[in-house]
């Protein structure tokens, strides 16, 4: 049975960076696209970035720039590395198994001075 399971969240200052990985198990990594969504308190869970099995990339226009995902098929991990962090980046970031019901826990990151 699929699962994913994030990790690297944490309390940080404005402008810094975070980087979150995301272990995948109990399905062929490789030939899956893979996402990162985030969901702020009060607010609705929003895409962040994606990654296809090919290796291409889309963001959502707030993060361009800033965050960047990437994969590694032989660890079957998805990372998110996140610099110049703003405090409306702050949420949970939940990794996602793309185009499935495949999500993970979630991790806290949190940009505060």
């Known amino acids: 049975q699929a699962q994913l399971v994030e990790s690297g969240g944490g309390l940080v200052q404005p402008g810094g960076s975070l980087r979150l990985s995301c272990a995948a198990s109990?399905?062929?990594?490789?030939?899956?696209?893979m996402g990162w969504y985030r969901q702020a308190p009060g607010k609705q869970r929003e895409f962040v970035a994606g990654?296809?099995?090919?290796?291409?990339?889309n963001y959502a226009d707030s993060v361009k720039g800033r965050l960047t995902i990437s994969r590694d098929n032989a660890k079957n991990s998805v990372y998110l590395q996140m610099n110049s962090l703003k405090p409306e980046d702050t949420g949970v970031y939940y990794c996602?198994?793309?185009?499935?019901?495949?999500w993970g826990q979630g991790a806290q990151v949190t940009v505060s001075s």
């Open positions: 990654i296809t099995s090919g290796g291409s990339t």
């Open positions: 996602r198994r793309l185009w499935s019901n495949n």
């Open positions: 109990g399905f062929i990594f490789s030939i899956n696209d």
